[in-house]
């Protein structure tokens, strides 16, 4: 079967430490995104990626980093310098042009940092 | 700036008819589209529209006027497992996806 898996579902961390999101897909697709999601609000784009060994900052970038050394993998990097990093995060991927196709979404990963 | 305006939250019956709206105000357009997301789950690709007019996939359309820059999803036969959140998101002039906050729809028997 095809698609996105994100792991782990929920994620607890105390504040000041790094922790990486893992996102995988096999849709063979070349474009990936990060999401964060608060309540009552739209998804806002933390970082997206059209090709391996490539990504841009979204619009919400600052205290996180990415990488995408292979096309099947993304991950998120939440560091420290995240001031507020409790959210709830998606990771999506299409087949081209960030806003040109339909996005196909992982299951999310829900991270609390206290 | 960037805008999309959806209702908070939305109640109806099961079995009947329900519309949730999104109007926008964008740096120009290429497309809307809807997704639909249960609590605690990923979106899920509900429709894509481009050019006016109503499209129509099961039981649920969806409407674009560009012109009015508005936009609505209509559910018909509603079911318990429509209880859902929906997302309005356009396709701005640079391709950029803008995301609305998303409609709660809450079905009651």
């Known amino acids: 079967d095809g698609g996105i898996t994100q792991s782990p579902k929920y994620l607890f961390r105390k504040e000041g430490q790094n922790v990486t999101l893992s996102c995988e897909q096999n849709?063979?697709?070349?474009?990936m995104y990060w999401y964060r999601q608060d309540p009552g609000q739209g998804l806002r784009l933390i970082y997206y990626s059209q090709i391996v060994n490539d990504f841009q900052k979204g619009d919400i970038a600052e205290g996180y980093s990415v990488s995408r050394e292979k096309k099947e993998s993304f991950p998120l990097t939440v560091t420290s310098a995240q001031k507020n990093p409790t959210a709830f995060y998606l990771c999506?991927?299409?087949?081209?042009?960030?806003?040109?196709?339909?996005?196909?979404f992982g299951p999310g990963t829900r991270l609390t940092v206290t | 700036g960037q805008n999309i305006d959806q209702p908070t939250e939305m109640t109806a019956t099961e079995g009947a008819i329900v519309q949730i709206n999104c109007t926008y105000q964008t740096s120009g357009f290429n497309g809307l589209f809807w997704y639909q997301q249960h609590a605690g789950e990923a979106p899920t690709f509900l429709s894509y529209?481009?050019l006016d007019g109503l499209e129509e996939k099961g039981r649920f359309s969806s409407f674009l006027s560009r012109s009015k820059g508005y936009s609505y999803l209509l559910l018909k036969e509603l079911q318990m497992k429509d209880s859902a959140s929906y997302l309005c998101a356009v396709v701005d002039s640079n391709y950029q996806l803008i995301w609305g906050a998303g409609t709660k729809l809450i079905i009651k028997p």
């Open positions: 999506a991927s299409s087949n081209g042009e960030r806003g040109a196709y339909e996005q196909y």
């Open positions: 849709l063979n697709h070349d474009a």
């Open positions: 529209n481009v």
